[in-house]
């Protein structure tokens, strides 16, 4: 996989999601499609945080309203001791192939990271946002 694109409507509805459980941790799905050998959200699909602290994590129950694979899952850290990739929690817990972490310290979101699951670790792919045009791309903001 070479890239991720997220067209600005779902970039939103996904910022809007992370603003609205804020101070709490939000998440859920991307339904992807296979563009060449790129992925392309579709779909935004929110769920519930199940966790005991969900200041502090993510956890919800995956079934029939997650979308079938692709799919890519995401969810925010919000509290700005928290790095703005995957913590070592996220690098166990995560089932998934890929992940987005949406790192809003405040509420707003500041940075988008998405890893992709390999064989012995995770590594960085980049992700951006589709504009109006056919082929324009913009990668979102990154925090190291």
């Not at 910022?15 to 563009?35: S, Y």
């Not at 966790?51 to 995401?74: G, K, L, M, N, S």
């Not at 589709?130 to 990154?142: D, I, K, N, S, V």
Request: glycine residues 8%; charged residues 25%; contains cysteine.
């Amino acid at each position: 996989m070479r890239r991720v694109t997220i067209p600005q409507g779902l970039v939103r509805a996904v910022d809007d999601h992370v603003a609205a459980e804020h101070p709490r941790e939000a998440g859920g799905f991307l339904a992807c499609e296979r563009r060449g050998g790129c992925l392309h959200a579709t779909e935004h699909v929110p769920l519930p945080n199940e966790a005991a602290t969900p200041e502090r994590r993510f956890v919800a129950t995956v079934d029939e309203r997650a979308p079938p694979q692709p799919r890519i899952c995401y969810h925010s850290h919000t509290s700005a001791s928290t790095p703005s990739g995957l913590t070592d929690v996220d690098r166990r817990k995560i089932p998934e192939r890929y992940a987005l972490v949406v790192f809003a310290p405040r509420g707003d979101p500041h940075s988008y990271r998405l890893f992709q699951r390999g064989l012995l670790r995770w590594r960085e792919l980049p992700v951006g946002r589709a504009e109006a045009g056919p082929g324009e791309w913009h990668p979102l903001p990154r925090l190291a």
